[in-house]
């Protein structure tokens, strides 16, 4: 049988090593799906519920494994579905093709049915966004599309005419369009500094008294050579959201997470700090990082683009992170003063001691913290565990201490809701071997909990834990916290997620007593289940997500909304208040 233009495009997709492509069919991809059925054999089609979660597990796919993530969707509405996943990849630095339909090519503009100029729409999103011509175009364009998305970590996206998907490929091209003249060849950007910057960033880290370390998505793959620049420098490493995984929560070098969802210790270092190395982060929250002028500053990235993007630097290392420590250790004195690393780490087995206080306290109804806590507990070596976004993150980020050997990813600079299932379909689909946890406050899962059924339907043994507080709670407490209004707009319609879990042929669990925790977790992660598991944990919806550090504004807001007919006032008063007096006894 002749080709089509759509088997050259599914052809190429192959030769550039891409074996799984996230999507739902649609009349506008019927060619496209078509050559994707006689190719079954090398490319796999994972049929999803709603466009949107083809586009987050197509980011969560190049998150987790490093190559090309492709979703695929039908002409108007269907890739306008996608726009929210590949933003999350666009603003998360992730190589993502975005495949969509398009009508007729000799109807697009003319007010016919779906008729949305896809290409036009995504100018925002995508670095590389192009609509099909013809036949012969497709090769150029496939190419093209793949090698600026990984060469430089973004979205491409190609809009194909549903007619054109069907025309054979061996129709004439231009004189100067010679057959075969583009490449699959892919070059990693592996840039490594000169040495008048290696020279220039180790003066300003040599003459620093007290240094720290920012350590985010770009430092994953560095996190030996991360570790030995802290000790070399008598440094704390302190992880912005992405870059929970790039050293163990137990090396005695980190003093974890920053920002309203981190640590004091890391904001204490942050705010007494005279030197700043940053290492492959554009942690967006300026207002957590050293007021400028406070600190001299050394920054490592890939991408000449985020260079000073938030705190002014004085050395660009322009570079691959590991690559560039490791060509900058030589160059660094061992500090004989370890006096600011050492109070770090005296502060952060103070607060190491809180967080392990409030994740073992045994009211009803249970804190979320203790969720975290006892499941992070018991994770394989080798787990992936994605968040979603809210309340839920900040359980996440504090209570799942990260080890050697796993992955933490979530919607880090979109910050979107409904990711967390999404994402780890994918890893689980990208690591079958590898235990695969959703951490999911019950918001952000309702929106796409219907690829519960994907989960199910692939026979996929992931494990989702959905804190159930029926609220709306991140955006609850901003509320009240940030802006001194009763929560309004923010309370749940309650949903029985065992049920829901069991109709969609999946296992269901529950768990309300915190005495029962562990019981319930050792059970879900058993090998008795060779598919999904999802357990609802019924959690109180008055433990605030406080930041590490109140300010008196803070307060003062806090305080305000409850003056001004807070509904759950009283409950929050002898919730908030029990709590911190328990802490201090």
Not at 149 to 154: C, P
Not at 526 to 550: C, H, Q, R, T, W
Request: aromatic share 6%; proline share 6%.
């Amino acid at each position: 049988m002749a080709k089509t233009a759509a088997d050259l495009m599914v052809e190429a997709l192959i030769d550039w090593g891409v074996d799984i492509i996230f999507g739902l069919p649609g009349d506008g991809i019927n060619g496209i799906m078509e050559s994707l059925r006689t190719h079954q054999e090398q490319i796999r089609f994972i049929q999803v519920r709603h466009e949107e979660a083809a586009a987050f597990m197509a980011c969560a796919y190049a998150k987790y494994t490093g190559k090309l993530g492709v979703c695929l969707a039908t002409s108007g509405p269907g890739g306008i579905h996608l726009l929210n996943g590949l933003y999350d990849a666009k603003l998360d630095g992730q190589p993502v093709l975005a495949i969509t339909g398009l009508p007729f090519h000799d109807l697009v503009d003319t007010y016919t049915q779906q008729d949305v100029a896809l290409d036009r729409l995504f100018m925002d999103v995508a670095a590389y966004n192009t609509r099909v011509m013809g036949p012969s175009h497709v090769e150029n364009v496939t190419d093209l599309a793949c090698r600026t998305a990984l060469g430089y970590r973004k979205v491409a996206h190609i809009a194909f005419p549903v007619d054109i998907q069907e025309m054979k490929a061996d129709k004439n091209s231009s004189k100067r369009n010679v057959k075969h003249h583009t490449s699959d060849i892919n070059v990693r950007n592996a840039r490594l500094p000169d040495e008048t910057s290696f020279r220039a960033a180790s003066e300003i880290l040599n003459r620093g008294k007290k240094i720290a370390i920012l350590a985010g998505q770009g430092a994953l793959d560095a996190s030996d050579a991360l570790e030995q620049t802290a000790d070399r420098l008598g440094a704390p490493i302190i992880k912005a959201l992405l870059g929970k995984g790039a050293v163990p929560d137990a090396s005695p070098f980190t003093t974890g997470g920053i920002g309203l969802l981190g640590t004091k210790p890391s904001q204490d270092a942050m705010e007494n700090c005279d030197t700043l190395l940053i290492v492959g982060s554009s942690f967006p929250y300026i207002e957590f990082l050293p007021k400028p002028q406070q600190a001299e500053s050394v920054q490592i990235d890939l991408d000449p683009v985020k260079i000073g993007l938030r705190y002014p630097v004085d050395v660009a290392l322009i570079g691959d992170s590991r690559r560039a420590l490791d060509g900058l250790l030589p160059m660094l004195e061992r500090k004989k003063d370890r006096s600011f690393l050492e109070k770090a780490q005296k502060d952060m087995k103070s607060w190491n001691e809180l967080m392990e206080k409030r994740a073992t306290n045994p009211d009803k109804p249970m804190k979320p913290q203790v969720l975290a806590h006892e499941l992070g507990k018991r994770l394989r070596p080798d787990a992936i565990v994605s968040s979603d976004s809210g309340t839920i993150t900040t359980w996440w980020a504090r209570h799942i201490q990260a080890r050697h050997g796993q992955s933490y990813s979530c919607s880090g600079t979109l910050a979107s809701m409904a990711c967390g299932l999404p994402y780890t379909i994918a890893a689980q689909l990208a690591h079958p071997t590898r235990q695969c946890v959703a951490f999911v406050g019950d918001g952000g899962f309702s929106m796409l909990m219907a690829e519960l059924a994907t989960a199910v339907k692939y026979k996929l043994p992931i494990i989702v834990v959905v804190i159930k507080n029926n609220t709306l709670g991140q955006i609850k407490w901003e509320q009240m916290v940030f802006l001194g209004n009763p929560e309004y707009g923010v309370d749940l319609h309650p949903i029985d997620f065992v049920k829901f879990a069991e109709a969609c042929g999946a296992v269901g669990l529950r768990i309300e007593d915190p005495k029962e925790c562990g019981l319930v977790l050792d059970r879900a992660l058993s090998p008795d289940f060779d598919g999904p598991v999802v357990i609802e944990a019924v959690v109180d919806p008055l433990e605030a997500p406080m930041p590490a550090k109140v300010t008196p504004e803070q307060a003062a807001k806090f305080a305000k909304s409850l003056l001004r007919g807070e509904p759950n006032r009283d409950k929050i008063i002898a919730t908030q208040i029990a709590d911190r007096v328990r802490e201090l006894v």
